[in-house]
Nanobody
Framework: QVQLVESGGGLVQAGGSLRLSCAAS????????MGWYRQAPGKQRELVAGISSGGTTNYADSVKGRFTISRDNAKNTVYLQMNNLRPEDTAVYYC??????????????????WGQGTLVTVSS
């Protein structure tokens, strides 16, 4: 079994900062790409930021210059530092990991795993 556990959400005033963490645990051989997504009420889930195992990053235009994604490969953990938060950043934030699970009877299986989500609320 593999799971992602998120932490760090909460309520913050506009202009403030939050740091989200997401740790992968379980029968993991290797974690490949990791990312953060968000879903606001009434809207579709969207990519916020992604990071490869080698550290290559990409960001949604709406968060460039304000959010920073990073990871600690030794801990199978991804972080999202969010600065200068805006009310429109209010959403449930989910982390996702593409990884190799196993070994299970000698086999490794690629899987996509999602966290349970953490709520970020930015007040104006």
């Amino acid at each position: 079994q593999v799971q992602l556990v998120e932490s760090g959400g909460g309520l913050v005033q506009a202009g403030g900062s939050l740091r989200l963490s997401c740790a992968a645990s379980g029968s993991i051989f290797r974690v490949n790409d990791m990312g953060w997504y968000r879903q606001a009420p009434g809207k579709q889930r969207e990519l916020v930021a992604g990071i490869s195992s080698g550290g290559t990053t990409n960001y949604a235009d709406s968060v460039k210059g304000r959010f920073t994604i990073s990871r600690d490969n030794a801990k199978n953990t991804v972080y999202l530092q969010m600065n200068n938060l805006r009310p429109e950043d209010t959403a449930v934030y989910y982390c996702k990991a593409d990884l190799l699970r196993g070994p299970d009877r000698g086999f490794y299986r690629p899987v996509e795993v999602w966290g349970q989500g953490t709520l970020v609320t930015v007040s104006s």
